[in-house]
């Protein structure tokens, strides 16, 4: 999913209803566990995503209060952000 700006609890919830509710659509994965591994941000920890993980027997594990090591894409986006950074100075 391509999200242009940032996300919220709406587009956060909009995403993972229609990640889970595919998985829970393949066949034999009615009752298989899902676990959901998220950092700490508040729209992770919002009433409506925990409702909407129970919802679909889906098990959340917050990692670590501060943990960047825990999620390597942190890396990637540190990286790119300063491409486009460079970029758009460079377009001025």
Do not use: C
Not at 5 to 19: A, K, N, P
Not at 62 to 69: D, E, G, I, M, V
């Amino acid at each position: 999913m391509l999200v242009e700006g940032g996300v919220d609890v709406s587009v956060f919830q909009h995403f993972l209803h229609q990640t889970l509710k595919h998985l829970r659509s393949q066949p034999g994965h009615e009752l298989r566990p899902i676990v959901l591994v998220m950092d700490n941000a508040s729209i992770h920890q919002h009433v409506d995503i925990v409702s909407l993980a129970a919802h679909y027997h889906a098990f959340i594990l917050f990692t670590a209060q501060y943990s960047p090591w825990l999620n390597p894409v942190e890396g990637f986006f540190w990286k790119l952000k300063q491409q486009l950074q460079r970029k758009d100075t460079a377009l001025r």
